[in-house]
């Protein structure tokens, strides 16, 4: 099971709290991980990645183990701690001041 930390608007949105834990089946890349998100909560559909392009959407980002994993091809494996589920994938929204 892999673990993943939504920002607030999209737990919301999904009418969920705390982390999700999804399933995913094959290689854990962020395609297959957002493939899963995508089935469970329909509601999130085109909010994380463009819908047609399957791009992430520019104001969000992706975290793990430290890393930035937001430039990576979607079809990269995660990092092991995260496929495992002993690191969270974390879905960041941009944030803005002034």
């Known amino acids: 099971m892999i673990r993943v930390i939504l ?3 999209l737990r919301t949105l999904a009418q969920i709290s705390g982390e ?3 399933e995913v089946h094959g290689r854990a890349t962020q395609r297959a991980l957002l493939d899963a998100l995508e089935a469970t909560y329909p509601m999130l559909r085109g909010t994380i990645r463009d819908q ?3 791009d992430r959407r520019p ?3 992706f975290f793990a183990c430290q890393q930035d994993l937001s430039h ?3 079809d990269t494996p995660l990092p092991k701690a995260v496929a495992t589920g002993a ?3 974390v879905v960041l929204g941009a ?3 002034g």
């Open 20 to 22: 999700v834990t999804l």
């Open 59 to 61: 104001f969000l980002r």
């Open 72 to 74: 990576e091809p979607p």
């Open 87 to 89: 690191e969270p994938l």
């Open 7 to 9: 920002p607030a608007h």
């Open 95 to 97: 944030l803005a001041g």
């Open 52 to 54: 047609v392009t399957q």
